[in-house]
């Protein structure tokens, strides 16, 4: 399995788990080394994490490129996930979008969820300043009032919030993203509280979820 990681900060965490339960051998690529994408077809699945960056800023070198390559993944018939930036990368590489939020999505929430044996209704993490606009042809399988979360093409899912979150990957983001919560009106203490309360559920919800993502897609469409 192939893990697209943008940087250090937001690597797989409890997914990385679920792939060594499953008997996955991890491959972690550092987008922003630009050695070049390997063929996705050596993998049996392509997952593309989370970034600070936004999906929409063609100044990143590593940016197209890393959009061709989820194109030719998802062509290819190679599964590929997608979480948060990485699915909204995934939803511009397949014809969708990405719109700037009107207020800024940070903490645990329930999405209203289509398909609740796929995609339980949570509570799941966000962190995130955009979202999704799902491909035309995609079916959108969760979702907020007024964006999707989750959607499905072919073998190729996105989910908008992160299923893959520990105490120690908030605590992170909480240490580089001060600013960002002052600024949004979060209290951190508040947010790191409620995702320790969360925390006994959080690995098996992202081992379910992956469990019934890897079924559905191995299953075929």
């Known amino acids: 399995m192939l893990v697209l990681r943008h940087d250090e900060a937001d690597g797989p965490a409890l997914i990385s788990g679920w792939l060594r339960a499953g008997g996955f051998r991890e491959h972690v690529f550092d987008v922003r080394a630009l050695r070049g994408f390997p063929d996705p077809d050596r993998f049996a699945l392509v997952v593309a994490m989370g970034s600070d960056e936004c999906a929409l800023d063609t100044s990143l070198e590593w940016l197209e490129p890393e959009r061709s390559f989820l194109l030719a993944a998802h062509a290819a018939g190679v599964p590929v ?87 120690s990957t908030v605590r992170r983001w909480i240490e580089l993203g001060s600013a960002q919560l002052v600024h949004a009106g979060i209290d951190e203490r508040s947010l790191l509280t409620a995702t320790e309360a969360h925390s006994p559920a959080a690995g098996p919800n992202c081992h379910y979820l992956l469990a019934r993502i890897w079924e559905r897609v191995a299953a075929g469409p």
């Open 81 to 167: 996930i997608g979480v948060c930036f990485g699915a909204q990368l995934l939803a511009r590489a397949l014809g969708g979008g990405v719109v700037p939020n009107a207020v800024v999505e940070i903490g645990w929430s329930r999405v209203d969820t289509r398909a609740p044996l796929l995609i339980p209704p949570g509570p799941w993490f966000q962190w995130h300043y955009d979202s999704i606009i799902a491909p035309p042809e995609a079916d959108v399988l969760a979702g907020t009032p007024d964006r999707a979360q989750a959607f499905a093409l072919g073998s190729s899912l996105g989910l908008q919030f992160h299923p893959e979150v520990d105490v």
